[in-house]
């Protein structure tokens, strides 16, 4: 009964490059949520989504982000251009219709 | 929108003591409080979550209370061990629309001394 998995682990981009975040919910469940942890912070929302839908978006920046949750395959957080501020911890939810999350073990991100 | 205070932002006990971490929230339509135990380096573990038609809600040394007149709601841990040591977020979620995302407080890193 594998949980919620999260590739890679750990993440090194230089500024400019892209990042790609990937997630696979729980079985069963077909609802994901990605967060955000910035150092000695707490877990801060970016979107929401099910299958081939965005539901929520209100906590993602407005450029240079975007999130996927296709028919097949794992949900993409995509990071393009990044900057230095984009380093972060970056975890997905996973919920069976709108209950309780669980989360993955996240992607920690580094922008050199 | 939702804020979500908690407090304190560390608390050391000894062994066998119990400890208790509080939050406040903004939102009265909140309706569900969950609670995190994050260990370094990995991600949030679900402790223990209450919905609001609930005062109280125990498992094993672990129990919530939540007090919706007054918008706060706490964690209280009996018979600390040092495995309990991590740091503790609570959250709350208001359904909006179908989403019920979560909104935390800052952290609380607790450290149980043998």
């Known amino acids: 009964n594998a949980g919620v998995m999260q590739n890679p682990r750990h993440l090194v981009r230089r500024r400019g490059q892209e990042a790609r975040l990937r997630c696979s919910p729980m079985?069963?469940?077909?609802?994901v949520y990605w967060y955000r942890q910035l150092p000695e912070e707490g877990l801060k929302f970016m979107v929401y989504?099910?299958?081939?839908?965005?539901?929520?978006e209100s906590g993602m920046p407005k450029e240079r982000f975007s999130a996927e949750f296709p028919k097949e395959g794992p949900s993409i957080l995509r990071i393009q251009q990044v900057v230095r501020g984009d380093s972060a911890a970056y975890f997905c939810?996973?919920?069976?219709?709108?209950?309780?999350?669980?989360f993955g073990p996240g992607t920690r991100l580094t922008v050199l | 929108g939702e804020n979500v205070e908690q407090h304190p932002s560390t608390l050391s006990v000894q062994e066998g003591d119990s400890a208790v971490i509080k939050c406040t929230y903004s939102?009265?339509?909140?309706?569900?409080f969950p609670w995190y135990k994050q260990e370094l380096g990995k991600g949030p573990q679900l402790i223990i979550d209450i919905r609001s038609n609930v005062g109280e809600k125990k498992d094993q040394r672990i129990a919530v209370t939540l007090n919706k007149t007054a918008k706060h709601f706490s964690l209280h841990i009996t018979e600390t061990q040092p495995e309990d040591s991590a740091v503790y977020f609570c959250a709350a979620a208001t359904a909006q629309g179908g989403s019920e995302k979560l909104v935390f407080g800052k952290g609380t890193k607790l450290t149980v001394n043998p």
């Open positions: 939810a996973s919920s069976e219709i709108t209950d309780t999350q669980y």
């Open positions: 989504l099910q299958k081939e839908n965005i539901i929520d």
């Open positions: 939102d009265s339509a909140s309706n569900y």
């Open positions: 079985k069963g469940h077909s609802h």
